[in-house]
């Protein structure tokens, strides 16, 4: 039984496709951003820069998060991996968070365009979270300090409740891994409460993470040695995520065990940047992105005329 109803469950599941499809069309798309007729060469951003393989896994944790603590006005949110900014802007631009920062950035077809374009462009928004995304502190292209930050951001404050988004990769930095350990100084009733995710989605870059490489029970062990209860969240689906959100434990580790690039044209390590290379170039691969685009159904959660329709 979980503490959410199946209209908020269909919710999560449309948030993650409309977050999704942004995520594309800020990497790869110039113009054509509804695709209201079929893509030609030049839709494509002449120079392909950003990451995709993070970006699914992080809109379902954003999904699912903001629904889950709905009504909590002291929750926060750590991104880990800061190179997974297509989605973070995706998820600001959806709530509005960015356009309050931005005015450009509406919450209507000049908005998305905008998004869309200025993504990775001379004079727009860079390839990762920056002091330009709102609420962001930290720049995000340097892995391993979440953790820490959000114990930092937790201290003297025990009403806040920070989640934090590790990535597996990120977790083999030194830091990221010390930081565990600021449990036994700085967990307990004066601090806020910390929900470690681990983003277990197998690849840093182009090779296993070594978390991947470690069984089940080795990773639960490891997690249990750092004084946390290890929850698994298997795969995407949002009843299996709210349902581990819903359980009652103090020290929380969630592990979330997803595939890199869900969702996308390949998996793994050739998910982690662009993973179509040509497609400005390239018949069959400008063929692949576009039904990869039309896989999301865009059309039923945003239209030029009407908005954002979830
Ligand atoms: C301290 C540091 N070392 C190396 C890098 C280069 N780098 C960028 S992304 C990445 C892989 C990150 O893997 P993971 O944390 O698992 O993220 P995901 O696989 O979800 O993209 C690395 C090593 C970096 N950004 N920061």
């Known amino acids: 039984m979980i503490a959410v109803g199946i209209s908020e469950i269909e919710q999560i599941k449309k948030r993650v496709r409309l977050c999704d499809y942004l995520v594309v069309a800020q990497l ?3 113009d054509n951003f509804l695709l209201t007729r079929p893509l030609k060469f030049t839709d494509i951003k002449p120079r392909l820069l950003g990451h995709w393989g993070t970006c699914h896994g992080i809109n379902v944790v954003y999904a699912n998060l903001k629904t889950h603590f709905r009504d909590d006005h002291n929750y926060y949110f750590v991104l880990g991996p800061g190179h997974g900014f297509p989605a973070l802007q995706a998820n600001l631009w959806l709530d509005g968070d960015l356009e309050r920062m931005d005015s450009m950035a509406t919450r209507n077809l000049a908005g998305l365009e905008y998004i869309c374009k200025s993504f990775s462009w001379p004079d727009g928004f860079p390839s990762h979270a920056s002091p330009l995304t709102p609420g962001v502190i930290t720049e995000g292209g340097e892995l391993g300090y979440a953790l820490a930050n959000a114990y930092g951001y937790c201290l003297g404050h025990p009403e806040k409740t920070v989640a ?11 830091t990221a891994i010390d930081s565990l350990n600021l449990k036994n100084l700085l967990g307990g009733p004066k ?10 989605n197998g690849y840093k870059i182009s090779a296993p993470s ?3 490489r470690k069984s089940e029970r080795e990773l639960n062990e490891m997690v249990r040695g750092f004084g946390y ?10 009843e299996t995520f709210q349902e581990a959100l819903d359980e009652q434990i103090d020290y929380p580790f969630y592990i979330y065990d997803n595939k890199k690039g869900s ?3 390949n998996q793994y390590q050739d998910s982690h940047q662009i993973p179509l290379k040509k497609p400005r170039t390239d018949e069959e691969e400008l063929k692949t992105l576009e039904d990869w685009l039309k896989s999301y ?13 979830i």
């Open 210 to 212: 070594i978390y991947a």
């Open 297 to 309: 159904h865009f059309d039923e959660l945003f239209s030029g005329e009407e908005g954002i329709k």
């Open 28 to 30: 790869f798309l110039q």
């Open 263 to 265: 969702g996308g044209p």
């Open 164 to 174: 934090v988004l590790i990535g597996d990769g990120e977790l083999e930095t030194a």
């Open 229 to 238: 209860t290890p929850i698994w969240i298997h795969g995407d689906d949002p």
């Open 191 to 200: 601090n806020g409460k910390i929900l470690p995710i681990l983003h277990l």
